[in-house]
């Protein structure tokens, strides 16, 4: 039962590691694709923050780590 909770683990943390390559990779910051016309789309944007944005405009060596 433990291996299936490390194997759930190991293939969220791929699938987000692709997901987040994929989108800095194929998404421009002036490129927005819609996937479903004025409900839904997709567009790159940049988080500087740290959750949710908080802190971004602080600066501190810290930052990154928090």
């Known amino acids: ?4 909770f490390y194997t ?7 699938l987000d ?3 987040k390559w994929l989108a ?15 409900y839904l789309r997709l567009s790159y944007v940049s988080n500087t923050g ?4 908080l802190f971004r405009d602080l600066q501190s060596p ?4 928090v």
């Open 17 to 19: 590691h692709v997901t």
């Open 50 to 53: 740290v959750a949710f944005g």
């Open 24 to 38: 800095r990779t194929q998404l421009a910051p002036d490129r927005v694709i819609e996937l479903i016309p004025g």
């Open 62 to 65: 810290w930052k990154p780590y």
């Open 8 to 14: 759930l683990v190991a293939v969220v943390l791929i």
């Open 1 to 4: 039962m433990r291996y299936r």
